[in-house]
């Protein structure tokens, strides 16, 4: 919208975005049925397709195919086999939706657009400074992660089960301690950052991105309120 | 540096640092949460153990950050945080609300002492544990109702059926009483590494 750089997809606001969330959570957890499940799972990902978020979108329509099916497959089972399965099942139908809509809201969000809305519907620094700082570092951490069991293998410790058993002390601190002071590092230095770009200002923010919602929030949120109440006051439908 | 620190740590309120600091540390505190409940949480025989697996791993972390900001008010924040966090994801309400109400207590536990002692941080860490106990909480009031909640929320009966076959009312106790344990534990864990490794690296306000 605002935005100079060519964007694929559709942008909608921030704001829209969170109570596209909300709306999905109390979907999920209200669905009906498994089909209504499945049609729910579809919203998100068109959704995600036209967000630009083309990959992600098919990929995880298939994994939720296949959970489907395989759900399908376990109610021909029988005994506490069949019990096991179907409570694992119960979990992921209730969870897939929410899990899949936020990662693609988190991936098609920008900091930048998120302070800006947040700064704009009036909620308090001190929640969405620290929201906003970690959903940024949670893939910093994977990353580090990865570098850490490299530099671990190098010393013969890997962080698997036998190794913690045989050395507990040891393990717990080539993984604890790494990770944390990598963290407390980025800490200092994202607040070096954010102070320099001037966040202690007492003034209200200014933002180059002005949010502003568009005929395309209300037509996606239109979606998912129908898609809402379909579920509420048309159960037979889905059944 | 030790000016400058010290002019810190009289500031009032919470900074900027300490802002970002309580974001970084919840973001590594989530992960350890969802590595600790992920054995526990699927499995229905399991699930009631989960707030175990969370006070397990979590400990060391939560005690670095309250090492590092050091104010009233940080871990309420991590507490709603973690709250919104979980709702997000499609958890029971009861949890988030644990964390939130959990959070605050703890905030006020740890805040007794400043929170520079650090045997009143392990207790607030232990009382913060108690936040995802919510849901066995809510359970063990009203069984009937909550069957019922979970089944809109797409749970399924047998799933019901097993939880409440493998938790007696009795179990409540067993579980308040293992994550406090537990907790106490990762605490002590957490507590030698900080004197063994970060204390002598400065990175403790």
């Given at each position: 919208?605002?935005?100079?750089?060519?964007?694929?997809?559709?942008?909608?606001?921030?704001?829209?975005?969170?109570?596209?969330?909300?709306?999905?959570?109390?979907?999920?957890?209200?669905?009906?049925?498994?089909?209504?499940?499945?049609?729910?799972v579809?919203?998100?990902?068109?959704?995600?397709?036209?967000?630009?978020?083309?990959?992600?979108?098919?990929?995880?329509?298939?994994?939720?195919?296949?959970?489907?099916f395989?759900?399908?497959?376990?109610?021909?089972?029988?005994?506490?086999?069949q019990?096991?399965?179907?409570?694992?099942?119960?979990?992921?139908?209730?969870?897939?939706?929410?899990?899949?809509?936020?990662?693609?809201?988190?991936?098609?969000?920008?900091?930048?657009?998120?302070?800006?809305?947040?700064?704009?519907?009036?909620?308090?620094?001190?929640?969405?400074?620290?929201?906003?700082?970690?959903?940024?570092?949670?893939?910093?951490?994977?990353?580090?992660?990865?570098?850490?069991?490299?530099?671990?293998?190098?010393?013969?410790?890997?962080?698997?089960?036998?190794n913690?058993?045989?050395?507990?002390?040891?393990?717990?601190?080539?993984?604890?301690?790494?990770?944390?002071?990598?963290?407390?590092?980025?800490?200092?230095?994202?607040?070096?950052?954010?102070?320099?770009?001037?966040?202690?200002?007492?003034?209200?923010?200014?933002?180059?991105?002005?949010?502003?919602?568009?005929?395309?929030?209300?037509?996606?949120?239109?979606?998912?309120?129908?898609?809402?109440?379909a579920?509420?006051?048309?159960?037979?439908?889905?059944? | 540096?030790?000016?400058?620190?010290?002019?810190?740590?009289?500031?009032?309120?919470?900074?900027?640092?300490?802002?970002?600091?309580?974001?970084?540390?919840?973001?590594?505190?989530?992960?350890?949460?969802?590595?600790?409940?992920?054995?526990?949480?699927p499995n229905?025989?399991?699930?009631?153990?989960?707030?175990?697996?969370?006070?397990?791993?979590?400990?060391?972390?939560?005690?670095?950050?309250?090492?590092?900001?050091?104010?009233?008010?940080?871990i309420?924040?991590?507490?709603?945080?973690?709250?919104?966090?979980?709702?997000?994801?499609?958890?029971?309400?009861?949890?988030?609300?644990?964390?939130?109400?959990?959070?605050?207590?703890?905030?006020?536990?740890?805040?007794?002492r400043?929170?520079?002692?650090?045997?009143?941080?392990?207790?607030?860490?232990?009382?913060?544990?108690?936040?995802?106990?919510?849901?066995?909480?809510?359970?063990?009031?009203?069984?009937?109702?909550?069957?019922?909640?979970?089944l809109?929320?797409?749970?399924?009966?047998?799933?019901?059926?097993?939880?409440?076959?493998?938790?007696?009312?009795?179990?409540l106790?067993?579980?308040?009483?293992?994550?406090?344990?537990?907790?106490?534990?990762?605490?002590?864990?957490?507590?030698?590494?900080?004197?063994?490794?970060?204390?002598?690296?400065?990175?403790?306000?």
């Open positions: 919208m605002s935005s100079k750089k060519v964007r694929s997809g559709l942008w909608i606001d921030p704001r829209t975005k969170i109570v596209l969330l909300l709306l999905c959570v109390l979907t999920a957890a209200m669905a009906p049925s498994l089909f209504y499940e499945i049609l729910l579809c919203l998100v990902s068109v959704f995600g397709l036209s967000c630009g978020k083309i990959r992600y979108a098919l990929i995880g329509m298939i994994v939720y195919m296949i959970f489907y395989l759900t399908l497959a376990t109610m021909q089972l029988h005994g506490s086999v019990v096991m399965l179907v409570a694992f099942f119960g979990l992921v139908h209730k969870v897939y939706p929410c899990g899949f809509l936020s990662g693609i809201i988190l991936t098609t969000t920008k900091t930048g657009e998120f302070l800006s809305a947040m700064n704009r519907s009036h909620i308090s620094k001190k929640i969405v400074v620290p929201i906003a700082v970690m959903l940024r570092h949670m893939p910093t951490i994977r990353e580090d992660w990865r570098f850490i069991k490299d530099a671990m293998k190098m010393r013969d410790v890997s962080p698997s089960l036998k913690f058993l045989k050395y507990p002390g040891m393990t717990i601190e080539c993984i604890y301690v790494p990770l944390m002071m990598a963290a407390s590092k980025t800490a200092d230095e994202l607040t070096i950052a954010s102070v320099t770009r001037g966040i202690e200002n007492p003034k209200p923010r200014t933002s180059f991105i002005q949010v502003r919602f568009g005929i395309s929030d209300l037509i996606v949120f239109l979606c998912f309120l129908a898609m809402f109440l579920g509420q006051f048309c159960k037979g439908v889905f059944l | 540096m030790s000016n400058q620190q010290s002019s810190y740590l009289n500031k009032k309120g919470l900074t900027v640092k300490d802002l970002v600091s309580i974001g970084i540390f919840n973001a590594l505190f989530f992960v350890f949460e969802l590595i600790g409940s992920l054995p526990f949480a229905p025989a399991l699930t009631f153990y989960q707030p175990l697996g969370i006070a397990l791993l979590c400990g060391p972390v939560f005690l670095l950050m309250v090492a590092k900001v050091p104010k009233r008010g940080n309420a924040i991590c507490g709603i945080i973690n709250g919104i966090i979980w709702f997000v994801f499609g958890m029971h309400w009861a949890m988030d609300l644990g964390y939130i109400v959990m959070g605050i207590v703890a905030d006020l536990a740890a805040g007794m400043g929170c520079k002692n650090t045997k009143w941080n392990i207790a607030a860490f232990a009382l913060f544990c108690l936040g995802p106990a919510g849901v066995f909480l809510a359970y063990s009031v009203n069984p009937a109702a909550w069957a019922q909640i979970m809109e929320k797409g749970t399924s009966q047998e799933y019901i059926d097993i939880m409440a076959n493998s938790a007696p009312i009795g179990m106790p067993v579980i308040l009483l293992g994550t406090v344990v537990l907790a106490i534990v990762s605490g002590l864990i957490g507590r030698k590494l900080l004197k063994k490794q970060f204390e002598k690296a400065g990175i403790t306000a």
